[in-house]
């Protein structure tokens, strides 16, 4: 059976690869530590779980409409005008399986063959493939590690043709952690706002900031952004609910209707009980998220102080999100049984089978230099892993 051509473009998503490999040989009997996970280690909350309870007992499991129920909009809604000022009404949002369905259905109803998507690397996995399956062409625009990975206004007028459709923006960054300010928001929408195209605001990580920093996203930067920009967000990273698989969207209503349209034909409404569960997570008490950012700060502090202190690594300290993307580029050079290790991919195998830490080299994330660590795992593992890594690099000839 000869699969779709579509299909030939595309690669199954490194992160999730990684995880399978190293749960994998730990099924084998290693002892693996993985800093592969892209979610919090962390139970979804008590208060969300009953509500999930109540509607199953109340009998709420039918279909529901297609871009999720009025009251599950009007809480989304409702946060849109609570956190960052941004007043939309029901024709405006829609649910989706997932933030990363948000992202499909977005890239389904505006892109046509031959547009271009810029994507700013090191960009979350999904980005250019999603692109890609729209027929779409993504123009990677690599940024600086010391410019804290962030994606300038020149660099963004420069990658700018007459085909280019839309922008992704993703802050907090998954894989960096890195932060855009307000004003670094600003002089990006000054550009946008001179062109005919469209943003995505990823904002899955807009709850988890350290150091009391503040959230803003490009819709709230200039006065002419909100219509060109699709506001994403979801319960998954904010609320421990990765599983339950509800995400949103808000921005102009002609192209919400298409994304429903596009739903209504491939997953239907996302599941009736999750989205009962999600009203309780945006409506209830949200103290768990200051919970946990606690103790991701914890581990961010010392993973980072760790990192650096390890010969030759660089590691920028992420204002967000639970990961850390230090440089390893030095070892590159190296060698391990007369095998180079030659680029990030060649390292995060060595670190698998020889230090048993998983990782994700940053060649998935457009970035060869450096490496993933996500830190929703324990201090204690978190300890255990870097000695673990320390050991390692020690047995590479130079
Ligand atoms: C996790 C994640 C998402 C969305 O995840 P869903 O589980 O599909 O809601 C979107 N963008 C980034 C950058 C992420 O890391």
């Known amino acids: ?52 309870i109540q509607a199953m007992e109340e009998g709420f499991t039918r279909y529901t409409a297609v871009g999720g129920i009025d009251e599950l909009k009007d809480a989304v809604c409702d946060k849109f005008r609570k956190d960052n000022n941004l ?42 493939p999603i692109a890609i399956l729209a027929g779409a062409d993504p123009v990677v625009v690599q940024t600086d590690e010391a410019n804290d990975f962030k994606l300038s206004a020149s660099a ?28 670094e928001l600003e002089r990006l929408a000054d550009v946008m706002l001179k062109h005919d195209i469209y943003v995505v605001s990823d904002d899955i990580y807009e709850k988890l900031i350290f150091d009391g920093g503040m959230f803003a996203n ?18 998954s990273k904010s609320y421990a609910m990765t599983g339950w698989r509800i995400g949103y969207v808000a921005g102009p209503s002609e192209v919400i209707a298409g994304m429903t349209k596009i739903q209504s034909q491939s997953t239907s409404n996302p599941n009736s009980i999750a989205q009962k569960a999600a009203v309780a997570a945006l409506c209830g008490p949200q103290d768990e998220i200051a919970t946990m950012l606690t103790a991701f700060d914890e581990r961010r502090k010392y993973l ?3 990192l650096n202190g390890i010969n030759n690594v660089s ?23 007369g095998k180079q290790i030659a680029n990030s991919a060649g ?10 830490v998983a990782l994700v080299p940053g060649i998935a994330f457009g970035a ?11 201090m204690a593992l978190i300890k255990e892993g870097v000695d673990r890594i320390e050991n390692a690099l020690g047995r590479l000839v130079f």
């Open 218 to 235: 490009i819709a709230q930067a200039a006065p002419g952004m909100k219509k060109k920009t699709f506001v994403l967000n979801g319960v």
């Open 304 to 306: 980072v102080e760790r």
């Open 87 to 128: 007043d939309y009404d029901r024709s405006e949002v829609m649910v989706s399986c997932g933030g990363k369905h948000v992202l499909y259905n977005l890239a389904q109803a505006i892109l046509n063959p031959g547009d271009e998507v810029i994507i700013p690397a090191p960009y979350w996995v999904s980005y250019p």
């Open 347 to 356: 390292l995060a195998e060595f670190l698998l089978t020889e230090a048993k």
């Open 156 to 183: 963004l007028e420069g990658a700018i043709t007459s085909r280019t459709k839309l922008l992704v923006l993703n802050s907090p960054s998954n894989p960096t952690g890195s932060v855009y300010t307000l004003e």
């Open 315 to 337: 590691c920028n300290t992420p204002g967000g999100a639970f990961y850390t993307f230090p440089n390893f580029s030095h070892y590159f050079k190296a060698s391990f049984e």
């Open 1 to 52: 059976m000869s699969l779709s051509e579509r299909i030939s473009h595309i690669k199954p998503s490194a992160t999730l690869a990684i995880n399978a490999k190293a749960q994998e040989l730990r099924k084998q009997g290693v002892d693996v530590i993985s800093f592969g996970v892209g979610e919090p280690d962390f139970d979804t909350p008590r208060h969300i779980r009953d509500a999930a």
């Open 368 to 378: 060869d230099s450096f490496i993933r660590f996500s830190y929703a795992t324990s």
